[in-house]
């Protein structure tokens, strides 16, 4: 079992490698610094909005970002998507087999298949659930996205491990990221995936995948309240292994609501160590309101806007209900 075990690390390492490029017998890769963006390669370019690169990847995308929550109907995805591709927002990310069903389909009418990078999972498989980490049923699951997307690439897997209240004490094993990363490398080679993330609620399972070398992405919580580690922080770890950190519920879980949008994502758009937050939104207007925190990201925040940060800290947590207590994990990163 033993040696099962270490052809399978070997197999995930060996891949994981060649994707990442030629490296020295240190492990350090031969580029001597991260590529420049290039506006004629990146999609949906627009010269207002921010972009910046996924990981180990030569892949730029925007800063404001689109997740899959919110909204109602094919219809309402489809002005959406239409929208957020004129406004420069390049990256999708679905969590939800229903999400990626009528994203798929909205695109699909709309021929913008091509016109964004997508993230996607298959809720609700967790990666933390090791009797259901197999390569035969996530191959199945990821052949089900790609008709659901009508195409024959996905960019970006990337499973979700440890989200519920009752699952934040459950750490994704060794054994399941090696799996999961197997069946990247299969489906990889096979042409159908690009690159490989992982999302998460739980921060000892976000630090542990950062260092593994077959992953590009972590998405994981980060809000206004969230606050930087000056020591062993999460994104110097990432900028280290050179992992992409994805900002999910950028609006608390969505109890951040109405015109402050677009102060919530300034804010935490001023972390250069992100690569992209990831709001959900509802309707156009909501959309055209969030862009305006890239668009605007050089102009100070302004005194009544800095106030009203801090008025809408005072007491969050308390004015929590008990199933979303668990952001308390994510005042520090």
Not at 39 to 59: A, E, Q
Request: glycine share 8%; hydrophobic share 35%.
């Amino acid at each position: 079992m033993a040696d099962d075990k270490l052809t399978r690390r070997d197999f995930v390492k060996a891949g994981s490698l060649m994707v990442a490029g030629a490296v020295v017998g240190t492990g350090t890769p031969l580029r001597a610094e991260p590529p420049r963006m290039d506006p004629t390669k990146v999609r949906n370019f627009n010269p207002k909005m921010g972009y910046r690169r996924l990981g180990k990847s030569d892949v730029w995308i925007s800063e404001v970002s689109l997740g899959g929550h919110g909204g109602s109907g094919l219809e309402n995805r489809k002005q959406v998507l239409a929208r957020a591709a004129e406004l420069g927002i390049n990256y999708l990310d679905t969590n939800m087999v229903a999400e990626c069903q009528v994203y798929g389909q909205a695109l699909h009418e709309l021929k913008l298949r091509d016109s964004f990078y997508i993230g996607f999972e298959s809720w609700p498989f967790r990666a933390h659930e090791a009797d259901t980490v197999k390569v035969e049923t996530m191959t199945k699951l990821i052949e089900e996205r790609l008709k659901d997307y009508h195409t024959d690439c996905l960019d970006m897997w990337r499973p979700v491990g440890s989200t519920g209240p009752g699952d934040l004490t459950s750490v994704v094993t060794d054994r399941s990221l090696d799996t999961i990363a197997e069946t990247f490398e299969k489906m990889k080679q096979q042409g159908k995936l690009r690159f490989l993330g992982l999302s998460s609620h739980h921060p000892p399972t976000i630090r542990k995948i950062i260092s593994h070398p077959a992953y590009t992405a972590v998405l994981f919580p980060y809000f206004f309240m969230t606050k930087e580690k000056q020591q062993e922080g999460m994104l110097p770890l990432c900028e280290k292994h050179d992992v992409g950190a994805i900002a999910i519920k950028p609006m608390a879980a969505g109890f951040i609501k109405g015109e402050t949008h677009t102060v919530h994502l300034k804010k935490i758009l001023q972390s250069k160590g992100l690569t992209a937050a990831l709001p959900g939104v509802n309707n156009v207007q909501q959309l055209e309101q969030d862009v305006q925190a890239s668009y605007t990201r050089d102009v100070p925040l302004t005194e009544q806007q800095t106030r009203a940060l801090a008025d809408e800290a005072k007491d969050f947590y308390a004015r929590l209900p008990e199933q979303y207590q668990w952001l308390r994990n994510w005042e520090y990163v």
